[in-house]
């Protein structure tokens, strides 16, 4: 069982960054992915950015050039930097790892709050 946490959220004003942590209970280099979701009330969970253990990464076309999903030194987390935000960038976001095996787990989330 693997287990993740993020953290970073808050409130943060349009136009503003931050930056999102998603820390595991496990090296995150042998993993197949690890991804960004984010959801807001009544609606489906989005997806935001994946890294892929070649390094490879993906993202939304509404967060493509203003976020960045990177590894930290640290083999366990993986960081989301946010840039330009925008109000419609709210919700809680989740960060999500999917194993070789087919296994995939989900962290509580953390919320995100831009405000106009």
């Known amino acids: 069982q693997v287990q993740l946490m993020e953290s970073g959220g808050g409130l943060v004003q349009a136009g503003g960054s931050q930056r999102l942590s998603c820390v595991a209970s496990q090296s995150l280099y042998s993993v197949k992915l690890v991804d960004w979701y984010r959801q807001t009330p009544g609606e489906q969970r989005e997806f935001v950015a994946a890294?892929?253990?070649?390094?490879?990464?993906r993202y939304s076309d509404s967060v493509k050039g203003r976020f960045t999903i990177f590894r930290d030194s640290f083999e366990s987390t993986v960081l989301l930097q946010m840039n330009d935000l925008e109000p419609e960038d709210t919700g809680v976001y989740y960060c999500r790892i999917v194993t070789f095996g087919g296994y995939e787990y989900w962290g509580q989330g953390t919320q995100v709050t831009v405000s106009s």
């Open positions: 890294l892929f253990q070649d390094d490879r990464s």
